[in-house]
Each structure stands twice: as structure tokens, then as C-alpha cells.
């Protein structure tokens, strides 16, 4: 039978593979093939980082309310380890996003950040919201607690996203662009290809970090395990304070 820790780590050098090999496909689709825009010029080539990562931010967030909810319901650590990589990923990601769409900002607008630009503000609102996931389970000793209490903020947090972005959605006026839209201002099939290519390339990214830091965490529950069985219960320091997740090791 499986253990947890092969679950976690399944297919992982699959998911790296497919990850390089995707990647580098939607470099060269964007650098060699995608045109370059005609208002913008090279500096857009940063649109086919930045728009993925917004993307797959905010579906890690909602996944991290989704994988919360089945923590609530059932209480096993697996679903609060996922819900908190999920996160902890997220915010990884949203670091990346901000970073890349100031950098498209200056090049596009000559600033390096718009405060009336909805968008831009909601996004940063939701980084921000999450920021205090990790300080709020350090804040609690207990890990029942820890994890009772991280589930439900998760579960708030990952309902306000996609409200806040469908709020955002019907905001007007808005000077960020729309990727997704029926008006006559959507990509070109060239630049649509590059896009979608690129946004696998980074979900297959995200997901094989999350299993690597899963299976990482695991592996390390398992060998403070085995040290205890080695040097007994009663020899064995009390685990310091942390915000990751305890994980049971059977």
C-alpha cells in the first residue's frame, strides 16, 4: 500500500518534465513567434509571465479554500497540508505577478504603479489579505487550532477572490487590460497560442512545487519520527512553534 509521502511525491518527475518541456515552449512561442504589439513593443513580451501568474495565484488561493473545507469536514491533516502549500505557493506567485506588472507598468504607462487602476489595487488587497494566513497560524501553539482556525480564514479568503475579481470585472474605468473579453480587443490567434501555452507552463509549475514542498514536509515529519522511536518519547525535545502544518506520520 502507498504511503502518504508517495502520494504526495506521485509523479512529481512527471510534472517536472512536462513543466521544463512546457515552458520552454511558451519562451520561444512568445519570444520567436507571438508578434510584437504595436503600441507597446518588446516590453509586452512581459505579459505572457505576468497575466499566468495572476491566473494561477488566484487559483491557488481558491484551491486553498476548497482544500480547507475538506479539512473542516473531515478533519485529516493531508487536506490542511494542501490548503496551506496551496497558500503558501499563492503567495509565492502573487510576489511574482506584482513584480512582473510593475515592471509592465513602468514600461507601458512610465510608472511603476497606478493607485486609481482597480485592478491593480484589488490585486494588491488580496495579497496583502493573505499575508496574514502564515502570522495568524503561528499566532496559535495548538495544531488543531493551527489548522481549525487557518481552515476557515481560507475558506473566507478564497470566497472574497473571486468576488473581488468579478467586482473588478465591472469596474470602470479601467486602463488594465482585459485578457479574456468578447469585444474586438481580445488576442490575436498568434498571440492566444503563446498565452495558453504559457499559463500550462505555469500551472504545471505551480502544481510541482506544491508536490515538492508536500512531499518535502512529509519526509521530514517522517525522519522527527523515526528520531523519536530511536531516542524515545521522553528524550525527544518539544517541537518548536511553527505556521506549517503538523503532519501525522503512521
Given at each position: 500500500m502507498p504511503t502518504t509521502n508517495s502520494l504526495y511525491?506521485?509523479?512529481l518527475p512527471g510534472y517536472?518534465?512536462?513543466t521544463a518541456i512546457v515552458l520552454t515552449a511558451a519562451i520561444g512561442l512568445a519570444f520567436f513567434y507571438a508578434p510584437i504589439e504595436a503600441d507597446q513593443g518588446f516590453s509586452q513580451k512581459i505579459f505572457y509571465i505576468h497575466v499566468p501568474l495572476s491566473i494561477v495565484t488566484l487559483g491557488g488561493f481558491v484551491f486553498g479554500?476548497?482544500?480547507?473545507?475538506?479539512?473542516l469536514r473531515s478533519g485529516e491533516s493531508r487536506h490542511d497540508l494542501r490548503s496551506y502549500t496551496a497558500i503558501h505557493q499563492g503567495l509565492v506567485f502573487c510576489t511574482g505577478a506584482l513584480i512582473t506588472g510593475s515592471i509592465w507598468g513602468k514600461?507601458?504607462?512610465?510608472?511603476?504603479?497606478?493607485?486609481?487602476?482597480?485592478?491593480?489595487?484589488?490585486?494588491?488587497i488580496v495579497f496583502l489579505l493573505y499575508c496574514t494566513y502564515q502570522p495568524l497560524r503561528?499566532?496559535?501553539?495548538?495544531p488543531e487550532r493551527q489548522a481549525r482556525y487557518a481552515a476557515v480564514f481560507a475558506v473566507v479568503a478564497g470566497i472574497f477572490v473571486p468576488l473581488n475579481f468579478l467586482a473588478v470585472r465591472l469596474a470602470s474605468p479601467l486602463i488594465h487590460p482585459r485578457v479574456f473579453s468578447n469585444s474586438g480587443d481580445?488576442?490575436?490567434g498568434?498571440?492566444?497560442i503563446a498565452f495558453y501555452t504559457a499559463l500550462v507552463g505555469i500551472a504545471l509549475l505551480f502544481i510541482t512545487i506544491c508536490k515538492y514542498e508536500m512531499s518535502s514536509k512529509h519526509s521530514r515529519a517522517q525522519l522527527a519520527a523515526l528520531r523519536r522511536s530511536i531516542s524515545g518519547e521522553g528524550n525527544e525535545p518539544a517541537p518548536a512553534r511553527s505556521a506549517a502544518p503538523r503532519?501525522?506520520?503512521k
Open positions: 511525491g506521485r509523479r517536472a518534465i512536462a479554500g476548497i482544500f480547507a473545507v475538506q479539512y514600461a507601458a504607462w512610465g510608472q511603476w504603479w497606478v493607485w486609481d487602476e482597480p485592478t491593480l489595487v484589488s490585486f494588491l503561528f499566532s496559535i501553539e495548538d481580445s488576442l490575436p498568434d498571440m492566444r503532519i501525522a506520520v
